[in-house]
């Protein structure tokens, strides 16, 4: 596919407003948001892919599907409705454990990624429902779900959480922004607005000269595309104006990672957060890596690039699979977008009043929480024979909970990372944080022993895990709902079962049936979920 770069516009997708308005003051309301068939222009002169899409209606649903702007301390109610056509538009492996409805239709389910909120509303892999609500799965109750927004307030996104199908239903376009704003907080802030802040949401794709999306049938370890997408465009194009301008970036790709720069660092990136939460100060970078699900929220200084310069991209440098696989093409994955800039004295525009905030959001840091009350060891197995296989601790989700953590806590999780690769790691409910990460010494020989044994005392874990720590980089020294783990090394992470910002407890019952579930973000393998209850007692192994 031989498609010419930045011919179209970047789309700005819209937003739905989450909360209502009652004598000037924000009021709860409910939402119905569809999942849709449609087809998709993603390129000037590519054929329309067909997608599933979410939206409000059949014409206003896009790739990706619209915003969500929350208001913090608003619930909001969202009946998710299941659109779909009886079988998917891209083909799925049975050999993994999936949801299959008896009577055909497409399995949905729509997570909060990010979200506080209690289980029955978290989109549980089972929680799966058909068209009309004609099947669904084992631990489906409901309808409608309440999004109570008692978090910080930051970037999240939704998308499909089905059994099986979290992957090809993403890749068809099971997708979305969604945002939780405090106007006491973010007003004073004076950063960009409006027309200046605008989400780049990020998706690598293949495509068959058809216009389809390609995924082979048979389930692979990862999926990476050579088009590069943002908000639904194959490499598009924006027109910005010499100003700041705040770009909330989300690589919602399947297994790919970015390593973002302007024009190889033309121009820096000043991150003020990251996922659902701000950072404590912001920090100026040259580039930015992020896993899948990963999110940086950033101020780009436009108005500091010399007059001569009119054009500046935005260019990929990471490998797939990261960091050890094939080096991008610089003239595909390498690139992602163009932003065309205007000339000097053409900034028809308001005057900018933004700022790049001094200070940052101050959530209670590690410090301030109450101390972890549990230490766990996970590790992260690599099973290449039996298909769709990342085990977490040896074990599937269909295993039994082996993580009960207590509602309000703080635990610190060693992550011990045995594949080649990175992994993001993702926990449902929870924010949290890498604070160190220790190489593995003696790796291969450590790496024997647990596929052999499958514990970490046997294996000597505190004898391996004494190489050298490598820092945390300071644009991911926040609260997160991804964390990267880089290959043969401890990632020491701490774990907030509580709310970051008021510092307390939630304020709801997170410890009923089915629980949460914590797994690796990459597309292809979020059907291996490993289950997490929210239990009242502490079970210490
Ligand atoms: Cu973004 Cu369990 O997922």
């Given at each position: 596919?031989?498609?010419?770069?930045?011919?179209?516009?970047?789309?700005?997708?819209?937003?739905?407003?989450?909360?209502?308005?009652?004598?000037?003051?924000?009021?709860?309301?409910?939402?119905?948001?569809?999942?849709?068939?449609?087809?998709?222009?993603?390129?000037?002169?590519?054929?329309?892919?067909?997608?599933?899409?979410?939206?409000?209606?059949?014409?206003?649903?896009?790739?990706?599907?619209?915003?969500?702007?929350?208001?913090?301390?608003?619930?909001?109610?969202?009946?998710?409705?299941?659109?779909?056509?009886?079988?998917?538009?891209?083909?799925?492996?049975?050999?993994?454990?999936?949801?299959?409805?008896?009577?055909?239709?497409?399995?949905?389910?729509?997570?909060?990624h990010?979200?506080?909120?209690?289980?029955?509303?978290?989109?549980?892999?089972?929680?799966?429902?058909?068209?009309?609500?004609?099947?669904?799965?084992?631990?489906?109750?409901?309808?409608?779900?309440?999004?109570?927004?008692?978090?910080?307030?930051?970037?999240?996104?939704?998308h499909?959480?089905?059994?099986?199908?979290t992957?090809?239903?993403l890749?068809?376009?099971?997708?979305?922004?969604?945002?939780?704003?405090?106007?006491?907080?973010?007003?004073?802030?004076?950063?960009?607005?409006?027309?200046?802040?605008?989400?780049?949401?990020?998706?690598?794709?293949?495509?068959?000269?058809?216009?389809?999306?390609?995924?082979?049938?048979?389930?692979?370890?990862?999926?990476?595309?050579?088009?590069?997408?943002?908000?639904?465009?194959?490499?598009?194009?924006?027109?910005?104006?010499?100003?700041?301008?705040?770009?909330?970036?989300?690589n919602a790709s399947n297994a790919?990672?970015?390593?973002?720069?302007?024009?190889?660092?033309?121009?820096?990136?000043?991150?003020?957060?990251?996922?659902?939460?701000?950072?404590?100060?912001?920090?100026?970078?040259?580039?930015?890596?992020?896993s899948p699900a990963e999110?940086?929220?950033?101020?780009?200084?436009?108005?500091?690039?010399?007059?001569?310069?009119?054009?500046?991209?935005?260019?990929?440098?990471?490998?797939?699979?990261?960091?050890?696989?094939?080096?991008?093409?610089?003239?595909?994955?390498?690139?992602?977008?163009?932003?065309?800039?205007?000339?000097?004295?053409?900034?028809?525009?308001?005057?900018?009043?933004?700022?790049?905030?001094?200070?940052?959001?101050?959530?209670?840091?590690?410090?301030?929480?109450?101390?972890?009350?549990?230490?766990?060891?996970?590790?992260?197995?690599?099973?290449?024979?039996?298909?769709?296989?990342?085990?977490?601790?040896?074990?599937?989700?269909?295993?039994?909970?082996?993580?009960?953590?207590?509602?309000?806590?703080?635990?610190?999780?060693?992550?011990?990372?045995?594949?080649?690769?990175?992994h993001p790691l993702h926990l449902?409910?929870?924010?949290?944080?890498?604070?160190?990460?220790?190489?593995?010494?003696?790796?291969?020989?450590?790496?024997?022993?647990?596929?052999?044994?499958?514990?970490?005392?046997?294996?000597?874990?505190?004898?391996?895990?004494?190489?050298?720590?490598?820092?945390?980089?300071?644009?991911?020294?926040?609260?997160?709902n991804a964390v990267k783990?880089?290959?043969?090394?401890?990632?020491?992470?701490?774990?907030?079962?509580?709310?970051?910002?008021?510092?307390?407890?939630?304020?709801?019952?997170?410890?009923?049936?089915?629980?949460?579930?914590y797994h690796c973000h990459m597309g292809?393998r979020i059907?291996?979920?490993?289950?997490?209850?929210?239990?009242?007692?502490?079970?210490?192994?």
């Amino acid at each position: 596919l031989n498609l010419t770069k930045y011919v179209d516009a970047l789309p700005r997708i819209a937003k739905i407003r989450g909360y209502g308005i009652r004598h000037g003051r924000p009021v709860p309301i409910k939402l119905t948001i569809g999942m849709y068939s449609k087809t998709w222009q993603f390129h000037r002169d590519m054929p329309p892919t067909p997608v599933f899409v979410y939206g409000q209606s059949l014409q206003t649903a896009t790739f990706p599907g619209p915003t969500i702007v929350a208001r913090q301390g608003v619930p909001l109610a969202v009946e998710w409705q299941n659109h779909l056509p009886d079988a998917h538009i891209l083909p799925w492996d049975p050999k993994v454990p999936t949801a299959i409805p008896k009577k055909g239709g497409v399995p949905t389910v729509v997570h909060l990624h990010g979200g506080a909120h209690p289980p029955e509303f978290d989109g549980h892999a089972f929680a799966w429902f058909t068209r009309d609500f004609a099947e669904n799965g084992s631990t489906w109750t409901r309808k409608t779900y309440r999004y109570p927004n008692v978090q910080a307030p930051g970037n999240l996104w939704y998308h499909d959480h089905a059994l099986g199908l979290t992957r090809v239903s993403l890749l068809a376009g099971l997708l979305a922004a969604y945002v939780i704003e405090k106007p006491e907080l973010e007003a004073p802030m004076s950063l960009p607005c409006g027309d200046h802040d605008l989400h780049l949401v990020i998706a690598d794709r293949e495509f068959y000269t058809n216009g389809s999306i390609s995924i082979d049938r048979e389930w692979k370890p990862e999926y990476f595309g050579l088009v590069i997408t943002v908000n639904g465009k194959a490499w598009p194009y924006l027109s910005v104006h010499r100003r700041r301008y705040r770009l909330r970036i989300l690589n919602a790709s399947n297994a790919r990672y970015f390593n973002v720069t302007l024009s190889n660092g033309a121009l820096p990136f000043t991150v003020i957060g990251s996922d659902s939460s701000y950072l404590s100060r912001p920090v100026t970078v040259s580039n930015l890596v992020l896993s899948p699900a990963e999110i940086f929220d950033v101020i780009v200084d436009f108005s500091r690039l010399p007059a001569a310069v009119t054009e500046i991209e935005m260019l990929n440098t990471a490998p797939y699979p990261f960091p050890n696989g094939t080096q991008t093409d610089p003239n595909l994955d390498g690139k992602v977008m163009l932003f065309k800039v205007a000339g000097k004295g053409k900034v028809d525009d308001m005057p900018d009043k933004s700022r790049v905030p001094e200070h940052g959001v101050p959530y209670a840091s590690v410090a301030a929480l109450p101390p972890p009350t549990t230490t766990r060891y996970i590790v992260l197995y690599e099973n290449q024979t039996a298909p769709g296989n990342l085990y977490i601790n040896g074990l599937r989700l269909e295993d039994p909970v082996t993580e009960t953590p207590k509602s309000g806590t703080t635990e610190l999780w060693q992550v011990i990372n045995l594949t080649g690769d990175n992994h993001p790691l993702h926990l449902h409910i929870a924010t949290f944080q890498a604070v160190k990460m220790t190489k593995i010494e003696g790796f291969q020989e450590f790496k024997t022993c647990m596929i052999a044994n499958n514990n970490t005392a046997t294996c000597n874990l505190t004898q391996h895990a004494v190489g050298p720590v490598v820092p945390v980089p300071e644009e991911e020294k926040t609260w997160k709902n991804a964390v990267k783990i880089p290959p043969e090394f401890m990632t020491s992470v701490v774990v907030a079962f509580r709310l970051v910002e008021a510092n307390q407890p939630y304020p709801f019952d997170a410890t009923t049936e089915p629980g949460f579930v914590y797994h690796c973000h990459m597309g292809p393998r979020i059907q291996q979920l490993a289950a997490m209850l929210l239990a009242a007692v502490v079970v210490v192994a």
